[in-house]
């Protein structure tokens, strides 16, 4: 019961009363932590290989692949499909826009319909009133 006491006390301590006695690391220890990570990686590897079948490993490893590679080739077929379905989309979306095209083309401009008749009685209706307006000077 004493030690339990003693830890509780420990693990207690404010944050201040804490001494941190690591020093941070220096360039070279950062080197050497950096050159062992990857024999490290590859050890741990080895150990997970060994001790198992090397042909299961390759069968697993086949299968996965395999599982892989068919769901890309489902993917890529079924994208194939969009594919077309969308290129038929628009050749009927660009048919439906010659269509309009030559209907717009095909009507009247209205517009210029309208501003050559509105010329046409300003140019009509000028003339007359200045006429009437010679025609009331002179006489």
Same mark, same amino acid.
């Given at each position: 019961? $004493?030690?339990? $006491?003693?830890?509780? =006390? ?8 804490? /001494? &941190? ?9 950062? &080197?050497?932590?950096? &050159? ?10 080895? =150990?997970? &290989?060994?001790? *198992?079948?090397? !042909? ?20 890529? !077929?079924?994208?194939?499909?969009? $594919?077309?379905?969308? *290129? ?14 030559? =209907?717009?083309?095909?009507?009247? $401009? *209205?517009?210029?319909?309208? =501003? *050559?008749?509105?010329?046409?009685? /300003? ?9 009437? /307006? ?6």
């Amino acid at each position: 019961m $004493n030690e339990q $006491n003693a830890t509780s =006390r420990q693990l207690t301590l404010p944050p201040e009363d804490r /001494v &941190i006695t690591a020093a941070p690391p220096t360039l070279e220890s950062r &080197i050497k932590t950096a &050159i062992k990570k990857p024999g490290v990686l590859l050890s741990g590897a080895v =150990r997970s &290989i060994k001790g *198992r079948d090397l !042909e299961t490993l390759v069968e697993e490893f086949s299968s996965d692949v395999t599982l892989v590679l068919g769901g890309l080739s489902d993917d890529q !077929e079924r994208l194939g499909h969009e $594919n077309d379905q969308l *290129r038929q989309q628009i050749a009927a979306l660009e048919k439906r826009l010659r269509e309009l095209e030559k =209907r717009q083309d095909a009507k009247p $401009n *209205r517009e210029g319909l309208i =501003r *050559r008749l509105t010329w046409l009685s /300003v140019t009509f209706f000028g003339g007359a009133a200045l006429l009437y /307006v010679l025609k009331f000077l002179l006489t």
